[in-house]
């Protein structure tokens, strides 16, 4: 008998551009291809449209607005926006299970006329120690106090999990921290991708590359990291392409002429970088979740430099060259680029990445967790 289930996603998730929606997205596709009957509910907010595309993949989709503001001080700003009288009319047509696409999406998790519902939750970060890191990342006062007040409220509303009959951690490192509150309905369930197969090119490129949405705060300090404090120290060719590049940003790459900043190209443009780059150089100094260029850079790139923060409890360790120290970087840096990417470089990719991130395999590990 054919599974049927209703997903609540924190936004509209296609096209699949950002880490969040990219998770989201790609369960969703895989659920369809296992032969999964889903009723999509999205809240829209920003620039995302309603998706034509994700008829193919559900029975259903429906849209919600995400509130502008709530009066509802004591819930998460995240999380009290997103909420509508229809969304729960909707979950009350029928009595499949709902899964709840991060804590974004749990205003009705605890909701009494759910109650008899097998729930589950699917965690994209431990989201008050990724806000309480934001605010450490940013230098708006007023930005930084909005993200403490919601690192708070998310710490109180983490309690709201003991309403899911299953929790679904996306990294070893988040799946150990909640069992300690949440016992054994935590469950690890990996990154959805798009990727089917590793195709990282043999041989030899000419440059690293860094990537990320840059208007974010945590992507523009690590951007100015590589280049102040590693590529400024070599020669070697570097390359940072990402959208909402800071005037902090420009300003330190200006007196490097090795250094280039690219923005305003898509998913497909970026993907060649990846493939073409000999490094593809991704530290973060945020140590939440799992970050899904990480994997998506793993299975399209060839060699990995990356930083603690970034691969720790990811599963991703022996796929990565790991360095913290700046000028061990850009000396591991000098020595790669006349290294070539080898098929054992190849098969140790493979292995590592084949046995955790085959998407349909976590996607009928997920089914079995449904009644």
Not at 53 to 76: G, H, M, N
Not at 269 to 277: K, M, R, S, V
Request: proline fraction near 4%; include cysteine; charge should be neutral.
């Amino acid at each position: 008998m054919n599974k049927s289930i209703h997903i609540i996603a924190f936004d509209i998730p296609f096209p699949a551009n950002y880490g969040g929606v990219i998770d989201v997205f790609y369960r969703i596709k895989a659920l369809h291809e296992l032969g999964v009957s889903i009723k999509l509910h999205c809240f829209s907010y920003g620039n995302r449209q309603e998706a034509l595309a994700l008829e193919k993949y559900c029975d259903q989709v429906f849209y919600y607005p995400r509130k502008k503001f709530s009066f509802d001080i004591l819930k998460p700003y995240i999380v009290s926006t997103r909420s509508s009288e229809l969304l729960l009319e909707n979950l009350l047509k029928d009595e499949d299970p709902i899964l709840f696409e991060a804590i974004h999406s749990c205003y009705y998790l605890n909701h009494p006329k759910l109650s008899g519902r097998f729930k589950m939750v699917r965690m994209h970060n431990i989201e008050h120690d990724y806000y309480e890191l934001l605010a450490r990342s940013e230098p708006k006062f007023l930005q930084r106090t909005y993200y403490e007040i919601e690192s708070i409220l998310l710490r109180r509303y983490e309690s709201i999990l003991n309403h899911a009959d299953v929790i679904l951690t996306i990294s070893h490192k988040d799946k150990n921290c909640l069992q300690t509150r949440f016992g054994n309905r935590v469950k690890l369930l990996p990154a959805f991708h798009g990727n089917t197969s590793v195709n990282s090119k043999l041989g030899r490129g000419d440059y690293c590359f860094y990537h990320g949405k840059l208007s974010v705060a945590e992507n523009n300090l690590a951007a100015i990291f590589l280049v102040k404090e590693v590529f400024s120290l070599i020669k070697v060719p570097f390359i940072i392409a990402g959208d909402g590049i800071s005037s902090d940003l420009r300003k330190a790459i200006m007196p490097y002429d090795h250094i280039k900043l690219i923005e305003g190209i898509g998913p497909e443009e970026i993907n060649d970088l990846i493939q073409n780059a000999h490094i593809n150089v991704l530290p973060t100094f945020q140590p939440t979740g799992i970050k899904l260029k990480l994997v998506n850079v793993l299975f399209q790139g060839r060699f990995m430099l990356a930083n603690t923060h970034m691969v720790n409890a990811t599963g991703l360790e022996d796929a990565c060259i790991i360095e913290d120290n700046p000028i061990k970087m850009s000396e591991l840096i000098v020595e790669l680029m006349k290294r070539d990417f080898k098929e054992d470089d190849l098969s140790q990719r493979r292995m590592v990445l084949g046995s955790q991130f085959n998407v349909l395999e976590n996607a009928k590990m997920l089914i079995e967790l449904l009644p």
